[in-house]
């Protein structure tokens, strides 16, 4: 048995390396953000360039890495390894990611949507410890969603179940990245949070946010607009209201298809507090079969920024267990 597994987390703007031991801890961990917003070589490039890095950090070697995980933010067939699309990265179709990257570090790689893996680090060392079932709700650049049922990760026939970001919401509403209309996802995400920002610009409202503009429309982050919305825009105060009451929307949606006995949410967008959690409690309540509100627990994650790269370590550790 090899001491080590090492978690590499895909996001739209940072990869995130660790090597993980068996117990969770995180010995030596390595970001770059090389790889934000550009085509799938670059990120690939940004991916072996983490692994060797994050081993060089605690002077390791590849002889005592059980295995490599990847998370990865988009819609993911793990079993085959494939990339199916990402709403946060561009120019991702069909592409064999795992295989790829295992050719280029020679050790064996796991590939993963990432929010399954948040929801594997909080079942097996966070806020889900003791629990059976449970849902992962990541509030982030996107809106993802792990689910773990009678102790395992499920992913469905394909390995894309969990998907309820692009789950409608609002027929004939606003673009989606994934080519629908009125997803999730326009609403309750960063990519939404911007979307929205532009569309009251294009608008012509008078706003804060027209600072963050830029010609080519780089992503106005959440954090921006919550910092106008506490300043008193109204503009940003409405984004921030309705991309919280659509995350209250999606809990509920997990609660009535999942049944789940806790729901554990995190992500980025959460670290703005009352302000996105108030309105988001609102759009559960108003939404979710009243019999049904008190059947879960609702927590927040506990192992923060590093849950992804965690819950990475886990999944190798328990695949090669079962090999």
């Given at each position: 048995?090899?001491?080590?597994?090492?978690?590499?987390?895909?996001?739209g703007s940072k990869i995130a390396a660790g090597?993980?031991?068996?117990?969770?801890?995180?010995?030596?961990c390595f970001t770059t953000r090389a790889h934000?917003?550009?085509?799938?070589?670059?990120?690939?490039?940004?991916?072996?360039?983490a692994y060797h890095s994050v081993l060089k950090e605690c002077g390791a070697s590849s002889s005592e890495v059980e295995g490599v995980c990847l998370g990865f933010a988009g819609t993911v067939n793990g079993p085959?390894?494939?990339?199916?699309?990402?709403?946060?990265?561009?120019?991702?179709?069909?592409?064999?990611?795992r295989d790829t990257v295992a050719e280029r570090i020679g050790?064996?790689?796991?590939?993963?949507?990432?929010?399954n893996l948040c929801g594997l680090g909080e079942f097996y060392y966070g806020a889900g410890r003791g629990s059976r079932n449970m849902c992962y709700v990541t509030?982030?650049?996107?809106?993802?969603?792990?689910i773990i049922i009678d102790g395992k990760l499920y992913v469905g026939a394909t390995g894309t179940a969990g998907e309820v970001a692009h789950i409608v919401v609002d027929v004939g509403g606003p673009p989606c990245t994934c080519g629908k209309k009125g997803c999730l996802m326009a609403y309750a995400s960063g990519v939404g949070i911007s979307r929205?920002?532009?569309?009251?610009?294009?608008?012509?409202?008078?706003?804060?946010?027209?600072?963050?503009?830029?010609?080519?429309?780089?992503?106005?982050?959440?954090?921006?607009?919550?910092?106008?919305?506490?300043?008193?825009?109204?503009?940003a105060q409405e984004i921030i209201q309705t991309a919280g009451y659509y995350f209250g929307v999606g809990l509920s949606i997990i609660a009535q298809i999942v049944n789940p006995e806790l729901i554990v949410y995190g992500g980025g967008l959460t670290n703005l507090g009352n302000q996105i959690l108030e309105p988001a409690m609102l759009g559960l309540r108003e939404n979710i079969q009243p019999e049904l509100l008190d059947s879960f627990q609702l927590k927040p994650w506990q192992l923060g920024e590093q849950v992804g790269v965690i819950g990475a370590g886990a999944l190798v550790f328990e695949t090669m267990k079962q090999s």
């Open positions: 048995m090899k001491p080590f597994a090492v978690g590499i987390d895909v996001g090597l993980v031991n068996r117990e969770g801890k995180i010995n030596a934000s917003e550009k085509e799938p070589r670059y990120v690939i490039d940004a991916i072996e360039d085959a390894g494939m990339i199916l699309i990402s709403s946060n990265l561009p120019a991702w179709h069909q592409m064999p990611l050790v064996p790689v796991i590939l993963e949507n990432d929010t509030f982030s650049t996107g809106y993802g969603l792990g929205m920002a532009y569309d009251a610009i294009d608008a012509g409202k008078e706003t804060l946010l027209r600072a963050h503009a830029t010609p080519d429309r780089k992503r106005i982050g959440g954090e921006a607009v919550a910092e106008a919305a506490s300043q008193g825009d109204p503009v």
